[in-house]
């Protein structure tokens, strides 16, 4: 079957309050492209679970600047200042959490596991709850996390943690072929592969897109069973996060 379609039609039928779990490590991996459709069709209310919110004009940080999240499930936001400022005063909802285990919630949540004990996060507010998801405009907090259940395995506490999927999820590959059969690059293998296992429906934007066959299938990383629409995105369609350089000598 080919799954190649463009990509306003990829994200034609994402509605207002869907849940979307995007890939992507920081800057590297982030499917810009249809964010970038996304950003151009109007839903809002959009609750997001991804390891960052890009940065201030770029990335997730385009549909967090229109108004367009509501809620944010992370592991990591300090390069977004109006990111800050919508949480501390109360217009977005955010769930922070440890980031192994946001990895992990995914992975169970593609892989038909409803929850999981893990140790992290034991002895914190992660497990007795009263981390702030969403503050009230006067400063105070609305709503807070709550306690997690807590059981005791070989000597050692650990929190009980529930999986999670997503209406649809959108990732970016280096490599898809038109099954959408996807090759990861390097950091952009952290986090894509297990959105695209989360989401009910899965959207991949690939940098280039190959015909059947063409990919070993000891190459593949994601198999296409999980995928359901294929992009062609701009390989040039890339910013650096925090650029370091030396200086001349």
Request: with cysteine.
């Amino acid at each position: 079957m080919d799954k190649v379609v463009t990509s306003a039609r990829a994200v034609a039928d994402i509605p207002d309050g869907a849940v979307l779990a995007v890939g992507g490590f920081g800057l590297c991996g982030i499917p810009s492209t249809l964010i970038g459709a996304l950003a151009g069709t109007g839903a809002s209310g959009l609750r997001v679970v991804s390891n960052n919110c890009g940065v201030d004009d770029w990335g997730l940080g385009l549909l967090l600047h229109a108004g367009r999240i509501a809620r944010m499930t992370s592991s990591y936001v300090g390069e977004n200042k109006e990111f800050a400022r919508q949480y501390l005063s109360g217009e977005l909802e955010v769930e922070l959490t440890p980031q192994g285990t946001l990895a992990e919630r995914l992975r169970a949540g593609g892989s038909g596991i409803p929850a999981f004990f893990t140790p992290a996060g034991v002895g914190t507010q992660v497990e007795d709850g009263g981390l702030p998801w969403r503050y009230a405009a006067d400063g105070s907090v609305a709503l807070a996390s709550p306690p997690k259940e807590v059981r005791e395995f070989g000597g050692r506490r650990h929190l009980l943690e529930e999986a999670i999927t997503a209406d649809f999820a959108l990732v970016r590959a280096a490599v898809a072929d038109r099954h959408g059969n996807c090759v990861f690059h390097a950091a952009a293998r952290n986090f894509n592969p297990l959105c695209a296992m989360a989401g009910r429906i899965t959207l991949v934007e690939a940098e280039r897109i190959v015909e059947p066959g063409e990919l070993p299938p000891d190459a593949v990383h994601l198999p296409g069973v999980y995928v359901d629409r294929v992009v062609a995105a701009d390989p040039a369609d890339k910013r650096i996060e925090r650029r370091t350089v030396r200086p001349a000598s």
